[in-house]
């Protein structure tokens, strides 16, 4: 089992708070998903030269049972199935779901790349990544995350919605919508 995958998930079109949530949900109902932590939950910048409204950000740290190619495919499933569409590169979107981190992987395939060819570069990923496990090392530069925030420097708006606790609690506030017994069971 893969116990350390970081997934970035993003909203901004539509109820943002709920596309997340909903995101979230669908992952954890997948078999292979443990449940490990969320972050806090961040209203962020957009890092792109297309117009659009601000995003919601945060990320759900998992273990996978499976390989990162199939974890991809889950997560381009549940865009589809929320009606993600992909006109306009780098535009707004339904939802986004990324990996960001899988263990200490180093991959480069036409389909994927991780860690993700742009988590060093956006505070809407590190902080989140932050949040769950401040000693994160890069592992492709073998940099601690936190000192990419230093480079990044004040140029990326990220404002905290929702601290982990109460995003938490409002992702899982009804139990029955945890799905399988993976999906609530906090791994340490």
Same mark, same amino acid.
């Given at each position: ?82 009606? =993600? @569409?992909?006109? +306009? #590169?780098?535009?707004?979107? %339904? ?6 981190? /899988?263990?200490? $992987?180093? !991959? ?13 570069? =956006? @505070?809407?990923? +590190? #902080?989140?990544?932050?949040? %769950? ?6 592992? /492709?530069?073998? $940099?601690? !995350? ?43």
């Amino acid at each position: 089992m893969n116990e350390r995958v970081f997934i970035g998930i993003g909203s901004n079109i539509g109820n943002l708070l709920l596309n997340c949530r909903t995101s979230i949900i669908k992952i954890l109902q997948d078999k292979r998903v443990n449940f490990k932590a969320v972050s806090s939950l961040y209203l962020t910048s957009p890092v792109s030269d297309v117009a659009q409204d601000d995003f919601m950000n945060c990320v759900l740290s998992i273990s996978w049972d499976e390989s990162p190619e199939e974890l991809l495919a889950l997560l381009k499933s549940i865009e589809d199935s929320m009606g =993600r @569409k992909r006109s +306009i #590169i780098k535009g707004p979107r %339904i939802i986004d779901l990324d990996i960001l981190l /899988f263990e200490d $992987i180093i !991959l480069k395939t036409e389909a994927l790349t991780i860690p993700h060819p742009e988590l060093h570069k =956006r @505070k809407f990923a +590190i #902080i989140p990544c932050l949040d %769950i496990d401040n000693s994160i090392v890069h592992p /492709f530069y073998k $940099i601690p !995350l936190k000192e990419f925030l230093l480079r990044i420097g004040d140029r990326q708006k990220i404002l905290l919605i929702k601290n982990r606790k109460e995003w938490e609690y409002f992702i899982f506030e009804n139990k029955k919508e945890r799905g399988n017994n993976h999906a609530g069971r906090r791994q340490t």
